[in-house]
Every structure is written in structure tokens, then in C-alpha cells.
């Protein structure tokens, strides 16, 4: 198993993952290396985010992307690096990101020990602190 990396855009010097880094697993890492090369970016990487909405308060987006933008927190695993802008980067603190494919769902996932309440739909979650505003689920 490779060790993931944090990188702080600006620091530039690769440091070991603190334990409240976000990890990510080796099927999240095939399945974003795919996705990447599909699209022809395969220096690209998966940004995960996390804005305000869905059911819960805070709802989890994804997205390919060039590379890092300043201020980002870059997560590298299996030679795929996985980017965080810093405002989400602390509601996602301690997660990890998944890849599942089983007869209920595909897609990836993300087990966020900061969400103290979620949504069936599995994609908007509560902090503790309550913020973010909810809407309903489409």
C-alpha cells in the first residue's frame, strides 16, 4: 500500500500526511486514473469539494481537473493526486474517498468523520457546529 502525500500549492515540498489528511483508497485512485486518462488528462487530477445545499446543509462535488490552484491541498496516492481548496479542505479533514462498485451502487464515495448527519442520499451531511443551509434532494 502507498502512503499518501499532502502537499500544500505554495509550500511545494511534499510532507507525509498528517492523521487528519484525507486518504484515498486504491479503487479511488484506479477508478480517477481511468477517468482521467479517458478524458485525456492524464496529468490532471480529481478535485473534491464541498458546498453549501443539499438535504443536509453541505453537499460533496467532484470534478476532473488540470492541476492545483494556489492554495490547494494536493493528495497523492498511486501516482493520481486528488485536489482540495481550502475551504473545504477542513470539512473534509480525516475522510477518506472511496471507489465502490457493488449491485447498489458505482461511484465514489467519501466516509467524512465530520458529518454528524447525512442524507439517504448519501451526498449532503451536517457538521457539528450545524452550519450550512438545507435544501431538498433532487
Keep these: 500500500m502507498t502512503t499518501n502525500n499532502l502537499v500544500m500549492l505554495g509550500d511545494m515540498t511534499a510532507k507525509p500526511a498528517p492523521p487528519a489528511a484525507i486518504t484515498v483508497t486504491d479503487a479511488a485512485a484506479d477508478r ?33 481537473a488540470e492541476g492545483p490552484e ?7 496516492h498511486n501516482g493520481v493526486r486528488v485536489v482540495v481548496d481550502e475551504d473545504s479542505v477542513r470539512m473534509l479533514a480525516g475522510s477518506e474517498i472511496d471507489f465502490v462498485d457493488d449491485i447498489m451502487k ?13 442524507c439517504a442520499c448519501g451526498n449532503s451531511f451536517q457538521t457539528a457546529d ?7 434532494c433532487h
Design 32 to 64: 480517477a486514473r481511468t477517468l482521467l486518462a479517458q478524458k485525456g488528462m492524464p496529468n490532471g487530477a480529481l478535485r473534491v469539494f464541498v458546498v453549501g445545499g443539499g438535504c443536509s446543509g453541505y453537499q460533496y462535488g467532484m470534478a476532473l
Design 70 to 76: 494556489a492554495g490547494d491541498t494536493v493528495v497523492e
Design 106 to 118: 458505482s461511484g465514489f464515495t467519501i466516509f467524512n468523520p465530520n458529518a454528524v448527519k447525512g
Design 130 to 136: 450545524g452550519s450550512g443551509q438545507a435544501r431538498a
